[in-house]
């Protein structure tokens, strides 16, 4: 199972970038994507999650600001971010979860099962 993200790059205060995730593999299916971040020195966290049925969670700090979606189809996980912040630099990953996922554990890394490579973002 692979999952590679794309979208990242340099971007304004206010500004807007979409990150994809494509998933790929034999036998590859999942409950959950998400998307996590980790700045130098910090620890990983979640930022978006959304299941199969379309139910989203968002950290406080982008309500409002990032969306998550996906397209079952073509096993791709996207991440609008609009109104870009300086806080919002750091490295974004995706991640896949193959079985259930409690609504509770949507932003615990360690409740993924597949990763991607990374993709870094900064916002100046």
């Known amino acids: 199972v692979q999952l590679v993200e794309s979208g990242g790059g340099s971007v304004q205060a206010g500004g807007s970038l979409r990150l994809s995730c494509a998933a790929s593999?034999?036998?590859?299916?999942?409950?959950?994507m998400g998307w996590f971040r980790q700045a130098p020195g910090k620890e990983r966290q979640g930022v978006a999650t959304i299941n199969g049925y379309g139910v989203t969670w968002y950290r406080d700090s982008v309500k409002g600001r990032f969306t998550v979606s996906q397209d079952a189809a073509e096993k791709t996980v996207y991440l609008q971010r609009d109104s870009l912040k300086p806080e919002d630099t750091a490295m974004y990953y995706c991640?896949?979860?193959?079985?259930?996922?409690?609504?509770?554990?949507?932003?615990?890394?360690?409740?993924?099962?597949?990763w991607g490579q990374g993709t870094q973002v900064t916002v100046s």
């Open positions: 593999g034999d036998g590859y299916s999942s409950s959950a």
């Open positions: 991640a896949a979860r193959s079985g259930g996922l409690c609504g509770g554990s949507w932003n615990r890394p360690n409740q993924f099962d597949y």
